[in-house]
């Protein structure tokens, strides 16, 4: 694993408070030092046949990205209990949940009482998930994650992720640093509609990509994120001033030449990869644009906090 020469992002996310948030580019490569430093747990899954997945928001995408290549079935918290009862070849419960907590205990009590072993893939250390079954009923998986903004998530999910692919985190970083961080983003300031592209072996993404737009930008900005394949289905029949921003694969079918922006890959990017490379661009439109995100965190958490009933911060804490 590659050793890196500084851990000058981590150090911003060790002591940021909510009245300086960070950007996202800054947690993207936190992240990036933060698991180049540390042994992850290995994510094994090669032992479930038939297995039923559940998880939210970019919990789902991260799920649906470690077992695209297997028999899983895929479901969200309003959906599992008719899989439940309905896929009677169901052999295990993997529950995909950063804070182990919400939703996630109620699905694993749901999933014992069906008779069924459930696996918890987390970010939490005795969350309320694994109060609520025995070690017989419940195997854990703790990934470690930096402390970062709510919502974020970016070293929680990059961290299963890498779990899983064994992608080598120092080299992306130096990618970025290398490659990335040189472009010239100031025409992404001129749009407020964005058609983002990317390479079909990474349609998992879409999803992340999506989610990370509407939590930092709300329905002030719009976007589509679509495969180069989907791209052909009828996205463009209504044509608006808007960037084509693609990846990997360079768009010259899409928009006129003054409308696209392309953003190179590493020739041998996995998920992880892709993931911290279109979360740093992201962050190049939020550093462009007024701070919806930064400006409106703190009332929204008092909000959602009363919703779930449960003191929800600004801030979530790292992993030991």
Known sequence: ????????????LNSFTVDDLPYLDTVVLGALELFASRELP????S???????VGSGNADATGRIIFADTGAIFASESSFEDK????PDIDEVVVVSASGAKHAPIITKAAIAAGKHVTLITTTPNSLTEQ????????????????????????????????YTHEDAGAI????EDVIAPMD?????????????????????????????????????????ETTEGMTHAITVAPANELYLSFGEPNTTW?????????????????????????????????????????????????ISAVFGEELDPIVPDTP
Do not use: C, W
């Open 42 to 45: 290995q994510i094994d899954i």
């Open 173 to 176: 970083k130096k990618y970025i």
């Open 1 to 12: 694993m590659m050793k890196l020469m500084d851990t000058s992002n981590r150090d911003i």
């Open 185 to 225: 983003f100031s025409k992404l300031a001129g749009y407020d509609k964005f058609v983002v592209i990317l390479p079909p072996q990474f349609s998992g993404l879409s999803s992340m990509v999506k989610v990370k737009f509407v939590e930092l930008f709300g329905r002030n900005l719009a976007r589509d994120v």
């Open 47 to 53: 032992g479930f046949k038939r297995p039923l997945v």
């Open 255 to 303: 928009g006129t030449a003054e409308s696209r922006y392309n953003v190179p890959l590493p020739d041998s990017a996995g998920y992880a990869a892709a993931m911290a490379i279109t979360y740093y661009v992201v962050a190049q439109i939020q550093r462009q644009k007024p701070q919806y995100f930064k400006d409106n965190i703190a009332a929204y958490m008092q909000f």
């Open 84 to 87: 439940l009862r309905n896929i």
């Open 132 to 163: 609520a079954a025995t070690p017989e009923q419940l195997t854990t998986h703790v990934l470690p994650k930096n402390r970062e903004p709510y919502t974020y998530n970016t070293s929680t999910y990059m961290g299963m992720i890498l779990g």
